[in-house]
């Protein structure tokens, strides 16, 4: 059973991927969405309708729409793990791109890392910053592993040294 800290964190993921979208209104003309009335996204959010929640589907719709979801990588976290979206480039280009974005996301590790351990102590909310830096960037590396392997299961590449 999720505990209620747990429950409005979600609650807390569902607001921003709704925002995310345009809001209420904006979201519920997403394709594959069935709300019935836009206001619904109001009940999913709300931290006092604990028991409001949308259906699974919908959290997927406003994943593809937006590209990425505060829902599942909340979800995802309270289970223990990391929620890597793939990427949607393709081509060499999209190797240059991921592993570009994997070296800035490392680099902002190793910011956060050397800003939180200069008074020679990391405090909680500075772990916690360094563990959510951590995983924007087991994210990235994990995007440019899925990149390389389309590239070469494309055979796209050939000739280049």
Known sequence: MLSPADLLRLKAAVR??????GGQEAAALIPGIRVSRHQSYSEFGNPDLLEKW???DLV???ARDGGKS?????M???AGGLFVPLPRGSGLSGIEISAG???????DVMITVGASIRDGRITPDEAERIGKEINEALAALAGLRETVVAERDRG??????
């Not at 505060?70 to 909340?74: F, G």
């Not at 974005?101 to 680099?107: D, L, Q, R």
Request: overall charge negative; hydrophobic content about 35%; aromatic content about 4%.
């Open 76 to 78: 995802c976290a309270q």
């Open 60 to 62: 997927v719709a406003l």
């Open 70 to 74: 505060r829902t599942i990588e909340e």
């Open 16 to 21: 921003r991927d709704v925002e995310r979208a």
């Open 54 to 56: 949308p259906g699974i």
């Open 101 to 107: 974005a994997s070296a800035k996301e490392f680099g």
């Open 156 to 161: 796209e590449g050939e000739g280049r040294g």
